[in-house]
């Protein structure tokens, strides 16, 4: 289905300078373009990153490459399509000149070349041997609306325990194409009728299939979030769509909504490719951001404040990474207003030394840093004139061991026919370190008959029932592979109640809550379903609940008042619902306690703190990660404390030996200019 396109004049402007940005070319070591820098400089285009950096991928195979340009004023674009590609070794691997998708002919490895004017940027691809071992189909249980459509994306593991995207390698089929018919070469599925029909992916011999419905469910309605969000001027705010549809099922809409800002003066919001519902601020003040399909609206506030950047935090603070793993970044802003923001996708990444490790500035990979060889460099986060750096150590140990976790509750790995189930893998090395490897692993089942286990981003390791029986899981990265974990699919006892947590609870203006979904069964098991059920509020003028991958069941009140929270899933076909009352209070804030109080750690160890407001009454609420709260430390040649929005705030590392007072503040909204304090030892 085809969604119009409606684009603010300002952002018509934008694009059309992007335009002239990407076709001009020019000498003088870079590429110029249209505007100029303050003072009236020309931008130029100073270089090319070419990323994904140093990928792998088998014989017969290909790889979407993509150029990110990066200007002298630091700012950054695709260019993947405007750039001219060649391969230096067409033997082992071509690519197409100005689409960037590279195709293996031969084991052995070839540069790629990404050229605009006189400004090139390159990868190493390698070709290996490796076999294709099995093709997943995400999501595993698609269902969707009579009259959508739904993009399926195809996975495929390799026996050296590589990973590759093969969405649009496989050959796609839909076993009945009257209800849903299926583009052979982009996976894009496009419902029909009511009905149910098997969607197969097959290259190389291999195959992978899952059960697409279509179903007649209508939809209700369209959470927009982040909630209520502050952005300063100059910065911009990612925000995402998801439909709430009759028969209790959710869907991701950022990139089928028609997005719209109430006041284009303060901000505009892209309906381009790319960066749908990507905001923009413009000037100081408050406007309304709005997502409209099939004559369904939602939308959100978002203020633009007047505050300028005053420093950037890194995240993690010099870290040590394993020769061969990935390292991701992130980045906060640190605002005049006490406000902080996350600008990982906003600042421009560099390494000092690309030798070591290079870092990505590409969209979806941006503050990605890719180990090459043993050694340091520097990664440096600048935007506006405002930069920070951090030492990143590339070290030499060998993986030894991964071992397999999950989320609990259940404490074995068992869980209900229809639901599904987090695996954690987490990799010790010679030098004794450990590593969440959960992103880079492959990840296998040995009976996707019972049950299939995601290897694609952003659910990879999360496993999917398919029938009643026993699988065994495995994780491996190069040559290293788990020891099996058993997961047992048991028969559908009956889902009796869903327990939401916490329970009639009391939360502030300022400061969210994060709620649980447990499912009680017959059996007398339980799980958590939290990122399973649909939740929803009663008064979402009182407060509004997500149903976003990764903020599943986050609250962010808005005004005081009453409502209900409830979490729904669908069962055997029946939907169970567990409610829960919440009140959003005025109450002022009164005080912040830092615990753990006056804490002493070993130098390069850490130690999380945990800020606990207290309000009027004696009530308390988790400050901790608030997005209105802000930690700082005393002295960061001593100790520094992670201050990034969804990073671990309040995680400090010592640095150095000496003392520091660990501070966290309420720098706006509701109890602004509140603190509280305490002193970390380091020794």
């Not at 209700?220 to 990612?238: E, F, K, Y």
């Not at 995680?651 to 305490?678: D, E, W």
């Amino acid at each position: 289905m085809k969604i119009p396109l409606k684009i603010p004049i300002g952002m018509l402007c934008t694009i059309f300078l992007a335009v002239l940005l990407a076709g001009c070319g020019g000498g003088g070591g870079g590429s110029l373009v249209a505007g100029s820098q303050a003072g009236g400089d020309p931008v130029t285009l100073v270089s090319i990153e070419v990323t994904p950096i140093s990928p792998h991928i088998a014989l017969g195979t290909a790889q979407q490459l993509t150029a990110t340009g990066i200007y002298s004023n630091n700012t950054k674009q695709d260019l993947t399509k405007t750039v001219t590609w060649n391969s230096l070794a067409p033997a082992v691997a071509t690519v197409s000149s100005n689409a960037g998708l590279a195709s293996a002919v031969a084991v052995g490895s070839a540069t790629i070349t990404a050229t605009q004017g006189t400004v090139s940027g390159s990868t190493t691809l390698t070709v290996t041997n490796a076999a294709l071992v099995s093709i997943g189909i995400t999501p595993v249980y698609p269902s969707i609306p009579l009259g959508r459509t739904l993009q399926l994306t195809a996975t495929g593991v390799f026996t050296d325990n590589t990973v590759q995207d093969l969405t649009d390698q496989v050959a796609w089929s839909s076993l009945n194409p009257a209800v849903a018919a299926i583009d052979a070469k982009t996976g894009l599925a496009t419902s029909a009728v009511q009905g149910s029909t098997t969607i197969t992916a097959t290259l190389s011999g291999k195959t992978g299939s899952t059960v697409l419905t279509v179903t007649s469910a209508v939809l209700d309605s369209i959470d927009v979030t982040p909630a209520i969000p502050s952005i300063a001027l100059g910065t911009s705010q990612q925000f995402v769509a998801t439909g709430t549809y009759s028969d209790n099922s959710t869907e991701d809409l950022t990139s089928a909504v028609s997005w719209g800002s109430s006041n284009e003066g303060i901000a505009t919001v892209s309906n381009a490719t790319g960066s749908y519902g990507l905001a923009t601020s413009v000037s100081a003040g408050l406007t309304t951001i709005t997502a409209t399909l099939g004559g369904v609206t939602g939308g959100t506030d978002l203020t633009v404040d007047q505050a300028a950047l005053v420093s950037i935090d890194i995240s993690p603070t010099d870290p040590n990474s394993p020769l061969g793993l990935p390292q991701q970044f992130s980045a906060s802003g640190n605002f005049s207003d006490g406000s902080v923001q996350d600008l990982t996708d906003q600042v421009t990444w560099s390494s000092s030394n690309s030798g070591v490790a290079a870092i990505s500035n590409a969209a979806g990979s941006s503050g990605m840093a890719t180990p090459l060889s043993t050694g340091t460099t520097t990664i440096t986060a600048k935007i506006n004139g405002i930069s920070s750096s951090t030492t990143l150590t590339v070290t030499s140990p060998t993986l030894v061991s991964i071992a397999i976790t999950h989320v609990t509750p259940p404490a074995d790995a068992r869980i209900a026919l229809g639901t599904s189930l987090q695996f954690i893998a987490t990799g010790t090395y010679t030098d004794g370190s450990t590593q969440d490897l959960t992103p880079f692993v492959a990840w296998l089942s040995s009976n996707v008959a019972v049950a299939t286990i995601s290897n694609a981003s952003p659910t990879r390791g999360l496993a999917t029932s398919i029938s009643v029986g026993t699988t065994a899981i495995t994780a491996g990265l190069g040559g290293t592979v788990s020891p099996p974990t058993a997961l047992t699919v048991a028969s559908p006892a009956s889902l009796t109640s869903i327990t939401v947590t916490p329970a009639n609870t009391t939360i502030f203006l300022g400061a969210a809550q994060q709620f649980t979904a447990i499912a009680n069964f017959s059996d007398g098991t339980t799980q958590d379903l939290t990122t399973q059920v649909t939740w929803r509020s009663s008064n979402k003028t009182i407060a509004a609940v997500s149903n976003a991958f990764g903020s599943n069941g986050l609250v962010t009140p808005i005004k005081a008042g009453s409502t209900n929270i409830t979490a729904t899933f669908v069962y055997a076909g029946l939907p169970v619902t567990g409610t829960t009352g919440l009140t959003v209070s005025s109450a002022t804030l009164t005080g912040i306690v830092i615990t753990p109080d006056n804490p002493t750690i070993a130098l390069g160890k850490t130690v999380q703190f945990k800020a606990t407001g207290v309000y009027e009454g004696g009530l308390t609420q988790d400050l901790t990660n608030s997005v209105n709260t802000t930690w700082t430390s005393s002295n960061t040649a001593i100790a520094t404390v992670i201050n990034v929005p969804k990073k671990n705030k309040g995680l400090a590392k010592g640095i150095q030996t000496g003392s520091v007072a660990i501070k966290a503040s309420v720098r706006r909204g509701p109890g602004s200019g509140m603190s509280g304090s305490t002193t970390l030892t380091v020794n």
